[in-house]
Every structure is written in C-alpha cells, then in structure tokens.
C-alpha cells in the first residue's frame, strides 16, 4: 500500500487527522516514511543545511562543545548527544575540531539519536574512523544519564509534528487533513487535540489566523532540561523559526527538490518542517528548572565562536576557486538576509557552565 492510501485508509476509518498525525506519519511511517527511506540532503536531494554547506559550522560547534567542557571543569567523561545527526557531517567536523583540546576526546562518548536507517548508514559512514565509535538511539530517553550531556540539535526541532488551529466565529478549530477520492484535503476536525484551556482566548486574534503547537518539541526540551539540570551540561538548539510569544500564522511547508510544493500533494516525498517557536521551548526549559541563553541569531553566534577567523585560516592554504567558496559559505551561514537572521540558535544549561561560549547571558 502507498502512503497516500494509507493515509487515505485512516482518514475514512478515523475521520480527519491532525496535521501533527500527518506530518508524523508522514515523515516517520517505519515503511514509507520521508526520512525512512531517503537520504534528502544535498543538491541532488531535497534542502541543503548548514554542514553540508561549509565544515566551519561542525568545526565552530565542536569548538562550542570543547569549551562547555573545559567551562565544566573538563569531568573524566562526557556524553556528547546529537538529534538528528542528517549525513553526520556536523559530528565529524565537530570531533576533527575537538581533537586540539588535550583529554578532551578520551572523555567523550558519542549518542546519536536518529530515526532513519538510510542516514543511520550516512552517519556510520561519515565516523568509520572516528576515535569516538557513535551509539545510535530512538530517542534522547535512551541516552545514559550518569555524567554530564554536551547536546547539538541542528534543524532537528522544525521536522517535529505541529498542530495547528484556525480562528473561527465560533472559536478555535483544529485544523484537519481529510481525503476527497484520491486527493488529501484541508478541512476541520471534529475534536481538539487540546484542551481548551491551552489555547488563549482568541479574542485578540483576527478570525482566519493559524495558531501552531509542538506538544513533541515542549516535551523533548523539557527533557533536555530535566536532564541537564540531573545531570549538568548545555545544549545548543539552531533551528529557522521565530522568538514571539502567542506567534500567529502559518509556517508548515513541504519542500521537494529545493523547491516548495504544496504539503499535501506528495506526502512521503517531500520535507515537511514547521517554523520553531523558540520562545515557548525557552519556556518549557525554564519551566524543567534549565538555564536559558538567547535565542541569538545564528550569524552572531558564528562570529562570536570565530567563523571570520576559521574562514582566515581555512582561505591561507587555498586556491582562488576555494577561496570563493569559503567566502561564499561564509556569508551564507551568517549574512542577515540569508542564514545568518532567520535560523536561531538557544543554548540550556544546569547549574554549571555559569556561561555559555558564544551566547549572550542567561535570560530571566
Ligand atoms: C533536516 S534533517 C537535519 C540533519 C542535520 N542535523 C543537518 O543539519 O544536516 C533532520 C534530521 O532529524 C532526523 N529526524 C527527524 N525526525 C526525527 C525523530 N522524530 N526522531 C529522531 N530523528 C528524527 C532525520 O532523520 C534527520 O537526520
């Protein structure tokens, strides 16, 4: 059976889904799902990321976590954690850059939490030599807790399902996926995946605007946080999304081949991602006892960890060809009307480190 018949089956016995059940099933069904069966990254994929666009990025992040351990006290083990690791370039880039700080790759453990088994092969492939042989898991649950959490999450938190509700006359109404024949349709749904009382009031909000939620990313950074808090530790979260309380509007989007396609018309082939509300995830990492540093733009966080410099050094032993490379990867990862403003990037943390390399500080 195809995903859309699938979809399609479900839809007639259960009546619509959520858009989160969608986009769930969509990007995870164990047999049809996206991620399951592709590796969608790159040119000839579907969207480029920000490793895959310069070995800086995965270089300035091993940096990053090289000083969250030195900061930490340089503890005789740690558990560096990445959630949805794509190819595993960022991992490999961030351990060649590790290797310049004494002791710090003995002490380093590498989980990776990775649903896909195609990019599981990637991410074998990329750290077959890596001095840090990477455990993989189905979840951060899974993850040891007995020594400190140094945790990346790049474009991890946007491919988490969203619901979504539409002002109405007559309040909020979840916003549905039914089938018409062969086609998948927008419509309502009959019951809230909410509760009432987790929606605002409304009254302020003009009739036709979409409200986002991401139940799985509140509890996947609640976990985050209770765990670094237990544990100690940081985690770095970049993501494309906004820092808005109440955000209205709405960000689901599919992209196939680099281009935007509708989000209905080809499930199981095209990237489903919503914009990240950081502001509700710097919430519920509060709310789990965490530390919360940023959100920042992430160009300014890759300034201040040193891209300029990195890119510098990188130009002395090129050619004029390279050289245009690096350059043009150095402002695509930090120039304000590319990467640089619309991706953020958030760093948790327990008690210790008493500061974040690269971030501003802690917020109230
Ligand atoms: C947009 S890609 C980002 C890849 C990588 N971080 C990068 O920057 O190139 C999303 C990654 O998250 C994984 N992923 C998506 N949903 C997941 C889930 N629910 N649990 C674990 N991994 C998931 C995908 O398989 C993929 O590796």
Redesign the pocket.
Known sequence: VSLLAHLCQRIGDQGPLSVADYM?TT??HPEHGY?VTRD??GAAGD?T????ISQMFGELLGLWAAQTWLDLGQPARIYLA??????G??MADALRAMRSVPGLLAATQVHL????PT?RRCQAQALSDSPCPPHWH??LAHIPNDAPLILL????F???PIHQFVRTADGWRERGVGCDGQRLVWCERAASSLHPSQLPDGTAIALGKILEFCP?ASACVADIAARLVQQGGAALIIDYGHNVADAVGDTFQALRAHRFVDPLSTPGQA?L?AHVNFHTLARDAKASGARVFGPTAQGALLQALGIEQRAASLRRKATPAQSEQIDSALRRLTHADQMGRLFLAMALAGRQPAAIAGMPPPSE
């Open positions: 769930a990007l995870t991620y969608p990254l969207f990321t920000a490793p895959e990445e959630l949805g690791p794509g190819r370039t960022l939490v990775e649903i896909s990019l189905e979840s999450a790049n474009e991890f946007d491919a988490l799985s990237d991602t």
